[in-house]
């Protein structure tokens, strides 16, 4: 590691795909990442919109991607209180990715050695002189940057840094996996959910075989086996399924053990995101370090996907690639660039956030008076309930 570099801390898909739209804008930048290896396997797969896909485009990546994961045109939301059903055809693009093809895609578009493994770290502190960040490693290792995006995760060093306040969870927890039916499944390709009391099962079909699932269900304290051992999962799944369909109950069942994954659901308050600070100097933060939320709308991942086109955008308008006599020039303008990040940024992933959370506190409460008033709030503010997918973060 070289000191006065772009740095950003973590390789998940926001990290990556920050680095790449900075390294199509001429930027160089190094990722750290505190895991071994690239973490491409938790989470089994993802869904984006398409929000998402115009910044795949921007990317670069979209083509390669469109390649592994078959279009979903139908949205059906069963509810199993009331055997309502309501089904809407999807007008823009909608994919269920393996985080794999999605997060080996953006890594292989970076060059060789972006990434560190094994860089975990621990503080931030600014250099007084020089007013560049220090990073402090736990190995004991430091580097000073010249300006540090932190794409940490919901459990943000970074963010934290920036004094956000902090994380909060929905009563509810996420199980996610796929299930390959080997002689191929009946699924049509739609999108559809199930819905019984706060139980929320999705169903996403990847291709002919391949089905890409996940449940939001209450979170009870469980046996903490369940952070490790994947039947642990499969069986509390199953236990809060007995009234779903059986074919939905096979899908858990049949599911392939390695992918199955368990996760609290945790939230950054929408008003946190309308007064925080998103950046401090040369620090900012982008993805779920800083707005992580539920997953009841799909676009967490997209979100920072968008916050890394926006950002590099601005980086790179503000001069951070120019050169001049064949020398790179040093550039005063990291405020301005991060500042009007934050201003393009800000109202969206606040509408996004809120919209999320309101939905998930709907799934999650049991209070029927609460329920009408989360309702209530959700026609309101978003009588367009899909109208986020229509944000286009314009060209990189
Ligand atoms: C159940 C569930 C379903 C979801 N479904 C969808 C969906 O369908 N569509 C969608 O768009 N989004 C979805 N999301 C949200 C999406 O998964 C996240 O928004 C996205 O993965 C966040 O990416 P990120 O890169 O910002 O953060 P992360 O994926 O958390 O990556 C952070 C990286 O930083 C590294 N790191 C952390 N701390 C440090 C440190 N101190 N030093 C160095 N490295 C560090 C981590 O190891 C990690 O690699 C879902 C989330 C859940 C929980």
């Given at each position: ?8 801390i ?15 804008k001429?930027?160089k930048s190094?990722v ?8 491409n396997i ?6 984006i919109?398409?929000n998402?896909?115009r910044?795949?485009?921007?990317l670069?990546?979209?083509d390669t ?17 009331g055997?309502r059903q ?9 994919r ?6 999605l997060i080996?895609?953006?890594y292989?578009?970076l060059?060789?050695?972006?990434v ?6 621990e ?8 007013t560049?960040p ?7 290792s ?11 995760g919901g459990k943000?060093i ?6 956000l306040?902090?994380?909060k ?10 299930t ?12 559809a ?14 291709n002919?075989n ?6 939001a ?8 086996r369940?952070?490790e ?7 509390t799944s199953?236990?809060?399924?007995s009234?779903?369909p059986q074919?939905?109950?096979?899908m ?14 945790r939230?950054r308050a ?14 900012v933060?982008?993805?779920d370090?800083l707005h992580?939320m ?6 967490g ?13 601005n ?5 951070f690639?120019r ?7 040093m ?11 934050a201003r393009e940024?800000r109202m ?5 956030s ?13 209070s029927?008076l609460k ?17 986020h ?8």
């Amino acid at each position: 590691m070289e000191d006065d570099e772009v740095v950003i801390i973590g390789a998940g898909i926001c990290g990556l795909a920050t680095a790449l739209a900075l390294h199509r804008k001429g930027i160089k930048s190094v990722v750290l990442e505190k895991s071994d290896s690239l973490r491409n396997i938790t989470g089994a797969a993802i869904g984006i919109w398409q929000n998402g896909w115009r910044a795949l485009d921007q990317l670069g990546v979209a083509d390669t991607l469109r390649r592994t994961a078959a279009a979903i045109k139908r949205d059906r939301m069963v509810s199993l209180d009331g055997g309502r059903q309501h089904d809407t055809s999807i007008d823009g693009e909608f994919r269920s990715l393996k985080r794999k093809d999605l997060i080996d895609t953006l890594y292989a578009a970076l060059p060789p050695a972006t990434v560190k493994f094994g860089c975990q770290l621990e503080s931030i502190k600014i250099d007084p002189n020089t007013t560049k960040p220090v990073l402090r490693f736990i190995d004991g290792s430091s580097i000073m940057a010249k300006v540090v995006i932190g794409c940490d995760g919901g459990k943000s060093i970074v963010a934290n840094f920036l004094n956000l306040k902090a994380t909060k969870m929905f009563p509810l927890c996420g199980i996610r996996g796929f299930t390959n039916y080997r002689n191929g499944h009946l699924f049509d390709h739609e999108f559809a959910r199930f819905r019984k009391d706060n139980v929320l099962v999705g169903r996403i079909p990847i291709n002919g075989n391949m089905v890409y699932w996940f449940i939001a269900q209450p979170y009870v304290p469980a046996d903490k086996r369940i952070w490790e051992d994947p039947e642990e999962i499969r069986r509390t799944s199953l236990e809060f399924l007995s009234d779903f369909p059986q074919d939905v109950q096979e899908m858990i069942e049949y599911a392939d053990a390695n992918s199955l994954s368990f996760a609290r659901l945790r939230y950054r308050a929408p008003w946190d995101l309308l007064t925080g600070k998103f950046y401090k100097g040369r620090v900012v933060v982008a993805g779920d370090a800083l707005h992580v939320m539920g997953p009841f709308l799909g676009q967490g991942g997209s979100a920072g996907l968008e916050d890394a086109v926006v950002l590099a955008r601005n980086m790179a308008q503000l001069g951070f690639n120019r050169v001049e006599s064949g020398r790179k020039v040093m550039v005063h303008d990291h405020e301005e660039a991060f500042n009007i990040f934050a201003r393009e940024r800000r109202m969206r992933v606040f509408r996004l956030s809120l919209q999320t959370y309101l939905t998930g506190m709907l799934l999650g409460t049991s209070s029927r008076l609460k329920k009408v008033i989360y309702i209530v709030l959700l026609v309101v503010l978003f009588s367009n309930t899909r109208g986020h997918v229509d944000y286009d973060c314009g060209v990189l």
